[in-house]
């Protein structure tokens, strides 16, 4: 993929989705145990010459809810060097009570209060 692509702002939405995307898949292979080459993952943001530079980890309860990556090429103006994506809610696996945990305490006490939420950075 050609960094000239990202001054469309369609492609610039199609490459935050891919990464968003990215991180669901991330959860996934944590959950079923998906090592390396096993790994469904890494297409998400390989496509567009990123790199995945770190996890993020919920310390309660292991699972991925984000990710950052870093662009192969150097940043230019149309093309940022970093990205960060989170994921949803997911409604499957083992993580689904807290993630619903956090969504209740998201819409009881909004965005505005300061939510303490313990994590951790995990080099990809």
């Known amino acids: 993929m050609s960094n000239d692509n990202m001054t469309n702002p369609d492609q610039r939405r199609s490459v935050a989705a891919c990464l968003v995307q990215g991180v669901y898949i991330l959860e ?3 959950q ?3 090592q ?3 790994a469904l993952a890494p297409p ?4 567009f010459q990123f790199d995945l530079h ?4 919920d310390d309660v309860d292991s699972c991925i809810f984000g990710a950052i990556y870093k662009s192969k090429h150097p940043p230019s103006q149309h093309t ?5 994506a989170f994921r949803g809610t997911l409604i499957k696996g083992n993580v689904f009570s807290h ?3 956090l969504d209740i ?9 300061n939510i303490k939420i313990r994590y951790h950075y995990a080099s990809g």
Not at 80 to 84: D, N, T
């Open 28 to 30: 996934r292979d944590r």
């Open 32 to 34: 079923e145990n998906h």
């Open 36 to 38: 390396a080459s096993e």
């Open 44 to 47: 998400w943001w390989n496509f």
């Open 54 to 57: 770190s996890q993020l980890i």
């Open 80 to 84: 940022p060097f970093y990205g960060i």
């Open 99 to 101: 993630d619903l945990e």
């Open 105 to 113: 305490h998201i819409i009881k006490n909004g965005l505005h209060l």
